[in-house]
């Protein structure tokens, strides 16, 4: 097969019919896809996985089945809801489109990327997978998969980033007149399963004969990358105030910027090098005895890497929270309530840590000395690769 692009479009989509995976939010082949299904998987797609997905897709539909009861929603339903998933700006974004959908289009979703990109949290991508898998536009939407898969099919040598174009103009050229969410589709269907970043199932694949990447024996080398710069580490001190009887003391971020909205454990700001005593002093939510909590939390956020030392005090249940600073941010949340809360993946890991070292001392003496001994074997940091951000 030569690099015929008609060629290509029949042996993909040929394959697409045959295999297409079966994902809640997918229309089987030839079928068109409901736009609130779309944009709902596109933007919950974005930076994280299938399979982190498919249970909080369900769950979202459950609660909001269409884009009206979406926009009747508080924030801060919608923020808990996304808790865990990472990127909070697409959860802040995801209601303002909800709303602007309902208020400015009459609860339908405009049918032309132009229109969906005008939405708030609607990029170049995700307006072309809605135009293209919902409306049946010629309309081409190129994720990493797809990318991974146009780079090795036409054997491009720039690295990425800078390839971007030249992929996006190369899927273009592909891009059908008709089924062209289908091949959007496929495409991404081919990169998640069979032209993988690594050990690509050649063998398996549609389009093999017209790959230039497979005939020059490089498929698995591309996409190459450009060296990225080493991520900084930042530093703080979070504070966990915990009351008697278990509840704990949160802290509801700005809306604006990382983790905007979401509740937090009051910190110092996060800063490349370590906050002093001062800063300590001058950023404690409140003036307490703190003990320091030994280990750290670690958490790894897109442009950042986060060390905190977390500091605990106790006070007593029934007290007033008259001196807590920018107390109208404040609030004590429960125990019952925290797992529903809009806490953020590393302010859970900031209060397991605190809540373990709270366990730990209020342990018999022999069963404290066998867990302390166990957790030294096994890591005094909590660290996690999680590549999620705000
Ligand atoms: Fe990818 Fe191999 Fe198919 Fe080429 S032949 S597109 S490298 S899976």
């Known amino acids: 097969m030569a690099l015929e ?52 897709y369900i769950d979202f539909l459950r ?17 808990a809801a996304w808790a865990g998933l990472g990127y909070y700006a697409r959860a802040r974004n995801l209601h303002a489109c909800a709303r602007a959908v309902a208020g400015e289009h009459g609860g339908d979703f405009p049918d032309t990327e132009a229109e969906l990109r005008k939405l708030p949290g609607i990029g170049a991508y995700t307006a072309a997978a809605i ?14 998969n797809i ?14 980033p800078a390839a971007k174009k030249e992929l996006k103009a190369l899927a273009e050229s592909l891009t059908p007149e008709t089924r062209a969410g289908d091949f959007a589709q496929s495409l991404m269907d081919l990169g998640a399963t069979i032209c993988t970043p690594r050990r690509p199932a050649c063998g398996l694949c549609p389009v093999r004969p ?14 190459y990358k450009e060296e990225k710069a080493p991520r900084p580490t930042r530093r703080g001190v979070a504070f966990v105030v915990l009351r008697e009887d278990g509840a704990v003391l949160l802290r509801t971020r ?17 800063e490349e090098t370590a906050p002093t005593k001062t800063a300590r002093a001058a950023h404690a939510p409140v003036d307490l005895p703190w003990q320091d909590v030994s280990g750290r939390v670690e958490h790894t956020f897109t442009h950042f890497h986060l060390e905190l030392c977390v500091v605990r005090a106790v006070v007593p249940e029934g007290v007033a929270l008259l001196e807590v600073a920018e107390p109208e ?21 900031v209060l397991a840590h605190a809540f373990e070292a709270k366990a730990k001392r209020r342990a018999p003496k022999k069963q404290a000395s066998k867990t302390r001994a166990s957790k030294t074997r096994a890591s005094p940091v909590r660290r996690s690769e999680d590549r999620r951000s705000a």
């Open 131 to 144: 135009a293209a898998i919902a409306f049946g536009k010629r309309a081409t939407a190129v994720d990493g």
């Open 254 to 270: 700005p809306l604006k910027g990382l983790l905007g909205g979401m509740l937090e454990v009051p910190s110092t700001p996060w």
């Open 5 to 56: 692009p008609r060629a290509i479009e029949r042996a993909v989509l040929a394959w697409y019919d045959r295999e297409a995976r079966a994902l809640p939010w997918r229309a089987p082949p030839k079928e068109r896809q409901d736009p609130y299904k779309v944009w709902l998987s596109e933007i919950m797609l974005q930076q994280t996985t299938v399979k982190a997905v498919a249970p909080r």
């Open 329 to 349: 941010r404040c609030r004590w949340l429960t125990m019952r309530e925290l797992p529903g809360a809009a806490l953020p993946t590393v302010m859970r890991k």
């Open 210 to 223: 017209a790959c230039r990447g497979y005939a020059q024996g490089v498929a698995e080398q591309l996409p």
């Open 147 to 160: 990318e991974r898969v146009m780079a090795r099919l036409f054997a491009v040598e720039r690295p990425l």
């Open 63 to 79: 609660r909001w089945p269409d884009v009206a009861a979406l926009a009747r929603a508080e924030l801060g339903e919608v923020l």
